[in-house]
Structure formats: C-alpha cells, structure tokens
C-alpha cells in the first residue's frame, strides 16, 4: 500500500514538453487502471446466484416458516391486540385462521361471520368479552363470529387492508360495519388540502386516487406499495411491531443499548388481556357537548367510496356481505346536522337497497349507551346484538346462510 | 431520488434496460444526458438552469480557447464564472453572517438581510468537475471535446452526480466516447459494489446517526464517555455515508460500464496524515492538489512555502467542504497534522522503531478529535463538547453494543484486508458469507428512515 503525501505526491507542473498526442493516447489504458475496490467482497455470477437463490428462498419461505414457529392461537373474542393495529401480516393471518377449517368441530370454517369493521367493532370502550361479535355469538349460542375490527381504521384503509391483506376472506358471511362518524367533516373525510395526520396511511391509495391530505414522500408511499405485495416486507414488520415495540432493531438498541436483540424475539404473541377499559360512564357523564358535526356529502364523500369499493370486493370474492350502518349516537347532534345525518341516512340506505346489498341500519340506542359519538358502552352492543337478531334481513342473509 | 430509496429503484429499472438497449446506438448519450437530467430535476427542476449554464459556459469557453486567442482571459472567465456560482450559492449566507457581525462590532447600526438561498445538491461536485475540464484543456493535458451531448453527459452522468466521485475528463470523456462492452463481470462488479454501499449506508451509517444526533443536538446535556463514543461513532458515520454512498455510484456506474475513481481506500488504517488523504475522499484531495497545491508552487520553494501551501491548501479544502468557521478549524487542524506527521516521517525513529498499529492509532485519534469540529453546530458546541470531555463526570453513556459491535467488525476486516491474512477473506465462502450476512441483516433490521446523506450538504 503506497503511504505517500497525496500533496507530495507528483508536485510538479505537467511536462509541457510531453506532446498532447501521447497524453491523449494513454487516456484509453487509464481507464483499465481504475482499481476495483478496497475489499474484497466481489462476487461472479455464479457466486450471486446462489446469494438469489437463498435470499429467494427466504423470501418465500421465510413468512410461512416463521407461522410454525411463532404460536397463534386466539382463543374465543379474539381481536388483534391494540398495539398490533398496524401488524398487517398478523391480521392476514387471523383472517386465514378464523377462515380456515376448524380441526376439531368439522365445520367449514372456524367461525361461519366475520364482523369487519372500526374500533366500533373492534371495541375500543369494553372488555373482548363485551364486543358485539362476543354479544352475537352469545345469541348463537355458539362461536359463529369473529371480532376482525381493527381499532382506528377508517373505510380508506379498510378497503387497503381488505384489498392487500384480506384476500383469503372468501365464501364467506361477512358483517360489514360503516360509521358514519368518518362522514362527520372534511378532516374525517380526508378531504381538507392541509397535511395532517392519519391512521394507517399504508392502507390507502398510495398514488391513485389522490387523497387530498396526504402528502408522505414518494419514497415512503412506494415503500408502502411493495410491502403490500412482498409478504417478507409485512413479515419483517411484524416482527418489529411485535417484538421489538413497533421500532426497527437501530431504535431498539438505542432504547436498550445493552440488551440481546434475539432475547426480545420470545416467540409469544403478546395478548394484551386488558385491552379496551370497559368504559361505564356515558357521554353525557363525561360531559361531552353536543356537535354540530359539517357531514359531507354522500355523492363527494371519500370514506363513502372507499366503502362502496369494500362491499364490491368482498362480493365479488364471493362473501355474503351484510351492512351494519351505525347505530351512531344521534343524540350528541344538533341543530341542522341531525337533519343532514338523517338525509345521509336515507340516501346510504337507498344506494344499499339498489344494489341489493342487505343491510341494518337501527335506531339510535338510548342516549344513556353511548361513550362518545359512535361508541356504545358493552349494554349498547348487547343490544344491538338482539335487535340484529330480531331482524329479518340478518336472519335471512347471515342465520339462514349458514 | 437518492441510491438507497424506492425511487431511485423505479427510475434505475426504466433507465438501465433501455440504456443496454440503446448503448450500441446513437441515442445511448442523449439517453445518458435525459436520464442524468431527470435524476437532478427531481430534486428541483431549477436546478437544471445551474447545470445547464455550468456545462455550456465551459463548453463554450474550450471552444474559444481552441482558436488560441486569449486562452488565459477565458480560462479566467471560466473559473470566475464558476467559483461565483459557488459563492453565491454556498457562501452568501457565511460572507452576511460575518460582515453582519464585523458592521456590528464596528457599532454600525445595519444588518445585511440573509440571502435565504439553500445550496442546490451536488453543485460542488459538478461545477469542480467542470473546472479541471477547462483547466486541463488550458494546460494541454486533454483535448476539447466537440459534441455538446458528450460533455454535459460528462458534467452530469447521474451516478455521480450528486457527490462524487469528482471524475477527470481525462478518465471519464474517453469512457464516454468508446461504445461501452458490458461484460457479466461488468454487472456482477456493479452489484458487489453497490451491496457494499448500501450495507454501509442503511445498515451502518443510519444506524451510528440515531445516537451521534441524540448526543451532538444537545451536547451539554452528555458526560464524557456518551461524547467521546458519540465522536467516535460520528468518525465512522460519516465514513460509511460517504464512501456507501461512492461504493453506490461506483457499482451503479459500473453496470452501465463505467469505471469511476476510487474514492476512499480504508482511511482509518493510514499511518499518517498525508496517507490519510490519499484515502479519504481521494478525488477532491487529488483535484486540491492538481488546482490549488501545485499552482501556489507545491514542495518547489523550499520548507516554508511548502507548509504555507498545504495549510491554504487545507483550508480552502475545509472551506469546500462547508461555510462555516468549523469546517476553517477542521482544515487548518487537519493542515497542521500533515506538518507534524511529515516531520515525524522523516525521522528514522518514527519510520523504523514505532509500530505500525501505533501510527495507525494516533492518526485515527487524532482524525477522530477534528471531526468534532465538523459535526457540532457552532464553534462553542464544539468548544462545549471538547471541555465536557476533559472536565465531565463519567456517567453510563448507554451507547448500543450493537453499534459497537459492527464497527469494530468492519475494522477488523479492513486490518485483515491490509495485512497478511487478506488471502482469507478471498477465500469464496468467506465472500459470500459476508454478502449473505448484509444481505440478511438489510433485510430484517435496516432502520425504516430514509437519512439523506452528509455530504449532500456540501
């Protein structure tokens, strides 16, 4: 290795005498001069294809090994953990399970209905044991539906994660819930210009259709679009979601510099039995006032669309879709918006009747069941369990489809 | 649109295909120029005015001088033209800072308003790349180039447009006048050197950032060991960011069959500081030496001149790198490490008594302490952060092990790369262990943030 003074180093002026003609001529041996590196990581072909080979391999491979390892077995109300909201990969995989055949019952499917839906579904004031799924089976009598909310998912998303991660949702009864609270403004809309910040932004159309609102790099929005589609990607961020408190594996050291990254990877899936607080205090004991909420329009709405997307591709994959609207807390509202809800009501129930798609669209519960303006406490989803029970459209195309 | 993002991935699989398609044709330059073009626009479309006007100056000027009328007048207006672009751009808002505070301490009541103009990426870079074209022409060390498409291809070739390396025309123009053989080889080189680059950018340099920043932002709120490990990991931080990201535009460039410089050659292994900066960033040394050392008269005149031109020299160079009176510091300390270093050289005790790991050592501690200088914010972070070394407590600076860890490893392959052993990491298993183990590593813990790199700043 030359250790010379790179200053030192051929300090005098160029050779003037020297001819150009010859300068010029050695131009073409200079260019074989330039060395290759300063290591020795240099591979043939030979030697990348089998690096191809293995990182193929653990491409393919990886994601489905890894379902053998890491244990997965939710147990009766089930919901994915709040904290794993954005595991997407963990939610494909609850949907193949809850799908798949049951080993022990014989059945078609583990359960028969999947209630897909927000944190109204989801549950985000009471206990997995006071869900309305939970409510529902208990009218069953036995585990026939599946709690597949996901907590601060909006129709946006949900038609990403339905689309990308909810492909194994076929032939089967689904309970599809729309509340009404994402057609409340603009900002819920996702129609306001202005920047701001949204749940689950890898869910929504990356380029097309262009939503007002978001704005993330191109970089990020092409990064979300190959993790829909490369499951090693969503696999990768499970893992991280899961082990090492949604941060990458730099973040985690830094949090615990001298922890043992392998140590946190403990194989169990965190169950979070405490989720949801099992809220018992209504809105009107929390003191929240009434809202004069600015809906937007059916016709323009977003949330809306990305709805009516949701319902075609889950018919089309061959569910029977049935649509719970709300019950949204109607009592919270004031002057005009009660008559713009109610005329939005009307309008969602008549675009569900053309197109044949049953639906349920209930009363409002008595004020006194509500937490805030779309959430019911656990008597409210008990409740609405019976009513859905009681009505004839939900017998005929849930219960009789069974 | 940089190496290690989804973009640049998007924008390689539309140009690459087509470039191998059109390379035997006459539309691989014009291609070469459009795709170069659209890389820089998507950083600011304005930028392509800088560019532009860069390229056909110079262009222009070579022409003229051709004619052999006033060749020095137009070299002038070349390298004036250029370097007031830089000045502009780059300087404007150092020179106000500092006549601002210069009118103050004269009790002038006036304050000159801040030019609130951002440096364009990559104009550092390109228009010093222009210049040793014109000053290689003046001095007859090169040959006009006639085609337009073919020399502002030359200025603007995409992989190392943005940082580098600074390519000479002499090795880059041929390049482009010959139609490119990519051979298999070619391609696989290109992949090798672009897994390198992309290891050590996302998986090292990223990584060392999280901590270097935490501690760095806020330096009075660190004891010695955080400051000292932050340093440390900042010398290597800003190896991996800038030699990933040339390992990156060297691989790139070489899948398309063009051989770029080596740019840095394991610098933390020199033994001293003139060896040192035959390591680092050797394109920019090599240009500082060429444009600058040896037009103030090199080593000609004798011990003083000499020193008094390799500290302008190094200052200037500090300058290049950014305007602010740290990187003046950083140039001038790394100026006088080269005098004592040079003087020790010539010692027979320095040169046959001491170990070669202790050189190596002390030139590391010694680059390692001016580098404070040019990651802190101001002269009194800097200041702040030296004096907290020396005078702090010793609390637990929670430092990743992990970080650690793997600097630790690619020193160690580097001592074995430059030592005896260099024959095991040649050995086929190793090799393709090495990439296995990046290749892995990138693909479950590579931070998901997309850090710009350090350079591009300059």
């Known amino acids: 290795m030359e250790k010379k003074d790179i200053l030192d180093a051929g300090c005098s002026m160029p050779d003037a005498r020297r001819s150009r003609k010859s300068r010029i001529e050695n131009q073409e041996s200079r260019i074989e001069e330039v060395p290759y590196g300063s290591n020795c990581v240099r591979l043939s072909a030979r030697e990348w294809l089998i690096i191809g080979i293995v990182f193929s391999a653990l ?15 939710p147990g009766p109300d089930y919901r994915l953990p709040y904290d794993l909201s954005s595991d997407y990969w963990l939610h494909n995989r609850y949907c193949r399970w809850a799908c798949s055949p049951s080993p022990s019952e014989g059945r078609g499917s583990r359960y028969e209905t999947l209630v897909i839906g927000d944190s109204v579904v989801w549950g985000h004031f009471v206990s997995k044991d006071n869900t309305l799924s939970h409510h529902l089976n208990k009218n069953a009598g036995h585990n026939q539906f599946a709690n597949l909310g996901v907590d601060g998912i909006h129709p946006a998303a949900l038609a990403g994660l339905l689309k990308y991660y909810g492909r194994d949702i076929k032939g089967a009864n689904v309970i599809l819930h729309f509340n009404p609270l994402w057609m409340s403004s603009k900002k819920h809309d996702l129609q306001i210009d202005k920047e701001f910040h949204f749940n689950h932004p890898k869910l929504v159309p990356q380029f097309i259709p262009k939503i007002p609102c978001y704005k993330d790099s191109y970089s990020r929005r092409l990064s979300a679009v190959v993790e829909r589609y490369v499951t090693f990607l969503s696999w990768t961020s499970h893992l991280k979601i899961t082990y090492f408190d949604s941060m990458d594996l730099p973040a985690w050291t830094l949090e615990h510099p001298y922890g043992n990254p392998l140590k946190a990877v403990t194989l169990q899936l965190p169950t979070f039995e405490d989720d949801g607080q099992n809220e018992r205090i209504s809105w009107k004991e929390k003191g929240i006032a009434k809202q004069d909420f600015q809906w937007v329009e059916l016709e323009t709405s977003l949330q809306w669309n990305f709805f009516q997307q949701s319902i075609k591709m889950l018919k089309a994959r061959g569910n029977t879709v049935f649509v719970l609207v709300g019950p949204f807390n109607e009592h919270l509202l004031k002057g005009k918006s009660i008559d713009t809800y109610r005329r939005m009501k009307s309008e969602i129930e008549a675009w569900l009747r053309q197109n044949n798609v049953p639906y349920y669209m209930p009363e409002a519960l008595p004020s006194n069941l509500y937490v805030d303006a779309s959430h019911p406490l656990s ?7 019976k009513q859905l029970y009681e009505n004839e459209s939900f017998r005929s195309s849930i219960l009789c489809s069974e | 649109m940089l190496f290690h993002t989804w973009p640049f991935v998007l924008f390689f699989l539309i140009v690459y295909p087509t470039y191998l398609a059109v390379k035997g044709t006459r539309l691989r330059l014009p291609w070469l120029l459009a795709a170069s073009y659209f890389f820089y626009a998507c950083f600011n479309p304005l930028y392509l005015i800088l560019i532009a006007y860069s390229t056909l100056l110079d262009y222009t000027v070579v022409a003229i001088m051709e004619k052999g009328r006033r060749r020095k007048m ?15 751009f780059k300087y404007g808002g150092f020179v106000t800072e500092n006549l601002n505070v210069l009118l103050s301490s004269l009790g002038i009541p006036y304050a000159i308003p801040a030019p609130g103009i951002f440096l364009p990426v990559g104009l550092s870079f390109y228009i010093f790349q222009s210049m040793s074209y014109t000053i290689d022409y003046y001095r007859g060390n090169i040959e006009r180039e006639r085609s337009l498409i073919r020399y502002a291809t030359f200025v603007s070739l995409f992989p190392r447009l943005l940082m580098g390396p600074i390519e000479r025309a002499r090795n880059l123009l041929p390049q482009l006048h010959k139609r490119p053989g990519i051979s298999k080889q070619d391609i696989t080189d290109g992949l090798s050197l672009f897994i390198v680059g992309f290891f050590k950018k996302v998986a090292l340099a990223d990584y060392l950032a999280l901590y270097v920043d935490k501690v760095y932002n806020a330096p009075g709120q660190y004891q010695s060991p955080a400051l000292m490990l932050a340093t440390f990991l900042f010398c290597w931080q800003i190896y991996f960011d800038f030699s990933g990201y040339t390992d990156m535009a060297r691989g790139v460039a070489r899948m398309m069959g063009f051989r770029l410089m080596l740019n840095f050659n394991n610098p933390y292994l020199a033994t001293g500081l003139g060896d040192f900066w035959s390591r680092w960033h050797i394109s920019l040394s090599s240009w500082f030496k060429d444009y600058v050392y040896i037009p103030l008269g090199g080593n ?46 010539r010692t027979s005790f320095y040169k046959e008594r001491v170990p070669k790991l202790v050189k190596q050592l002390l030139v590391f501690i010694f680059v390692t302490f001016t580098w404070i200088f040019f990651r802190a914010e101001s002269i009194s972070d800097a200041w702040i952060i030296i004096t907290r070394i020396f005078s702090s407590g010793l609390a637990n600076p929670y430092c990743p092990l992990l970080a650690l860890t793997l600097i630790f490893s690619v020193w160690l392959y580097q001592f074995a790369y430059e030592s005896r052993v260099k024959w095991l990491l040649e050995l086929r298993p190793v090799r393709i262990g090495i990439v296995v183990l990046m290749v892995l590593y990138l693909a479950f813990f590579a931070p998901s943030s997309e850090q710009p790199f350090i350079y591009l700043q300059f």
């Open chain 1, 379 to 385: 008597e409210g989803y008990a409740m609405l369990a």
């Open chain 2, 74 to 88: 137009w070299l002038s207006i070349s390298i004036v033209n250029n370097l007031a672009l830089l000045s502009f």
């Open chain 1, 59 to 73: 491409l393919y491979f990886g994601p489905t090994l890894w379902e053998h390892i890491e244990r997965f077995e």
């Open chain 2, 300 to 345: 000609r005149k004798g011990t003083f001149n000499t020193y008094k031109n390799m500290f302008l020299t190094m200052v200037i160079s500090g300058l290049w790198h950014g305007a602010a009176w740290t990187f003046v510091i950083w140039g001038a300390m790394h100026a006088l490490g080269r005098f004592v270093t040079r003087e020790l050289e």
